[in-house]
């Protein structure tokens, strides 16, 4: 089991900033990739950022140059920093690990979302 616990998350304006923060806890080890994804009312949960255990890092279009994923190994805890915030950036954001079982089987765990609003 691993145990996700996100925060960073509230209210900012147009063009603003905020870094979301998830600490994995638990059986941590064989993790493939670190992960956050958002979903918005009305509309099916979509990948933010994902980063790997080698360290690659891919971004949805929509984000690319505004926002960062990053990790620090020894506090477990994987970031997004978010700049140039813009209304539609509005969502639950939710923290992701994709953990290796077996050589062919792997298992996603979720955190409990944080909520990130922008205001125009």
């Known amino acids: 089991q691993v145990q996700l616990v996100e925060s960073g998350g509230g209210l900012v304006q147009a063009g603003g900033s905020l870094r979301l923060s998830c600490a994995a806890s638990g059986s941590i080890a064989s993790i493939n990739a670190m992960a956050w994804y958002r979903q918005a009312p009305g509309n099916k949960r979509e990948l933010v950022a994902k980063?790997?255990?080698?360290?690659?890092?891919n971004y949805a279009d929509s984000v690319k140059g505004r926002f960062t994923i990053s990790r620090d190994n020894a506090k477990n805890t994987v970031y997004l920093q978010m700049s140039s915030l813009k209304p539609e950036d509005t969502a639950v954001y939710y923290c992701?690990?994709?953990?290796?079982?077996?050589?062919?089987?792997?298992?996603?765990?979720w955190g409990q979302g944080t909520q990130v609003t922008v205001s125009s």
């Open positions: 992701n690990c994709n953990k290796r079982l077996t050589a062919w089987a792997a298992y996603d765990y």
């Open positions: 980063i790997t255990s080698a360290g690659s890092t």
